[in-house]
């Protein structure tokens, strides 16, 4: 699909990061031109793995994941496609997958695997900043951890 080149203002990140704190999004840290969002795992604040780029090029950015020790008998391929077909409905609204791969989850204190993510990354390109808060917020609503239906 051929889609026509779309200008981009620039976004100073700043701005961005206030404008998503003004709509009640959490940061977790700003990296470069990059703002990863948080959310809050009973007291904790983690990062969601969702960002929001300003600066020249801004776009939105979602990691979505399934996790082996849910369904440690499903084959790698199989565990990616799910997690597909669960961003379909960010797919339907103009994220792209950009990267899409198994990363080993180690322990701090001896490196040994605990678990293994596997993790489909999509972005969208964003025009504003008004878009770019809008896309944050449709993403960050989007249930990004997807537990494997081992019933069907």
């Known amino acids: 699909m051929n889609k026509a080149p779309q200008s ?3 976004i100073d990140v700043k701005e961005l990061k206030q404008a998503l704190i003004s709509v009640g999004l959490e940061v977790f840290r700003v990296r470069g031109n ?7 795992q009973n007291l904790h604040l983690m990062e969601a793995r969702v960002q929001v780029a300003g600066g020249v090029e801004p776009s939105v950015t979602v990691v979505v994941h399934a996790q082996r020790a849910d369904a440690p008998k499903l ?3 199989t565990m990616l496609d799910m997690v597909r077909r669960h961003a379909v409905v960010l797919s339907k609204c103009g ?11 180690c322990s701090v204190n001896d490196g040994a695997v605990l678990d293994v993510w596997y993790e489909v990354t999509l972005r969208r390109a964003v025009a ?3 878009e770019a808060v809008s896309e944050a917020q449709r993403v960050f609503a989007v249930e990004r951890y997807v537990i494997p239906d081992l019933q069907g």
């Open 34 to 40: 990059e703002v990863h969002l948080a959310e809050r």
């Open 95 to 105: 994220y792209e997958e950009i990267d899409a791969k198994p990363r080993e989850i």
């Open 128 to 130: 504003t900043l008004e």
């Open 75 to 77: 084959a790698p391929n």
């Open 8 to 10: 981009h203002a620039t």
